[in-house]
T-cell receptor, first 113, second 116 residues
Framework: KAGVTQTPRYLIKTRGQQVTLSCSPI?????VSWYQQTPGQGLQFLFE???????NKGNFPGRFSGRQFSNSRSEMNVSTLELGDSALYLC????????????FGQGTRLTVV | AQSVTQLGSHVSVSEGALVLLRCNYS??????LFWYVQYPNQGLQLLLK??????LVKGINGFEAEFKKSETSFHLTKPSAHMSDAAEYFC??????????????FGTGTQLKVEL
């Protein structure tokens, strides 16, 4: 089985721009979650999508949004980028029948300049 | 909300020595606990999980962890460190959410250095 695929791996954007990150989960997994990883804040939960619906959301501003398609692929969007949005964004796919374990992609490294 | 605490942001061991990475959890219900490893510029790889079956859990790459309810601990060990074990290790607890899903709450991570 192919793992979780995130594209692109690296992005450089300018402050004020917007960005869209993509995640393809493991085949058959219907839950996709997004996490932000920074040196200062560590790993923080952004949101979870299940069957095209946002099921849960972390404590992030409305500039962070996402969606999930019928094939379970998910996109995450950040609008009006700030320098502090520079981070590694990780997507995790979960088999909802499992014990909560999540399988992560390689991440997208976003740098805002 | 559940939480995990990892003691020691940096641990250094000699190759061949015992690896011990500490994790304590806070949970009002029986938790699901995980250890993940992250190599530079990579995502997180699942090492092992505890889901209330056996208290001693064996994972990949020779790692294991023991769930101790009385100590609220889930420490990660490996009998003999290898240079390839150098990485950052995260302990995590699965938090059930009101929306019906789960999220992982991570510790702050422990950077493991393996020296010759």
């Amino acid at each position: 089985k192919a793992g979780v695929t995130q594209t692109p791996r690296y992005l450089i954007k300018t402050r004020g721009q917007q960005v869209t990150l993509s995640c393809s989960p493991i085949s058959g997994h219907r839950s996709v979650s997004w996490y932000q990883q920074t040196p200062g804040q560590g790993l923080q939960f952004l949101f979870e999508y299940f069957s095209e619906t946002q099921r849960n959301k972390g404590n992030f501003p409305g500039r962070f949004s996402g969606r999930q398609f019928s094939n379970s692929r998910s996109e995450m969007n950040v609008s009006t980028l700030e320098l502090g949005d520079s981070a590694l964004y990780l997507c995790a796919s979960r088999d909802t029948g499992g014990a909560g374990e999540a399988f992560f992609g390689q991440g997208t490294r976003l740098t805002v300049v | 909300a559940q939480s995990v605490t990892q003691l020691g942001s940096h641990v250094s061991v000699s190759e061949g020595a015992l690896v011990l990475l500490r994790c304590n959890y806070s949970s009002s219900v029986p938790p699901y606990l995980f250890w993940y490893v992250q190599y530079p510029n990579q995502g997180l790889q699942l090492l092992l999980k505890y889901t209330s079956a056996a208290t001693l859990v064996k994972g990949i790459n020779g790692f294991e962890a023991e769930f101790k309810k009385s100590e609220t601990s889930f420490h990660l060990t490996k009998p003999s460190a290898h240079m390839s074990d150098a990485a950052e290790y995260f302990c995590a607890v699965s938090d059930r959410l009101t929306g019906g899903g789960n999220k992982l709450t991570f510790g702050t991570g422990t950077q493991l250095k393996v020296e010759l």
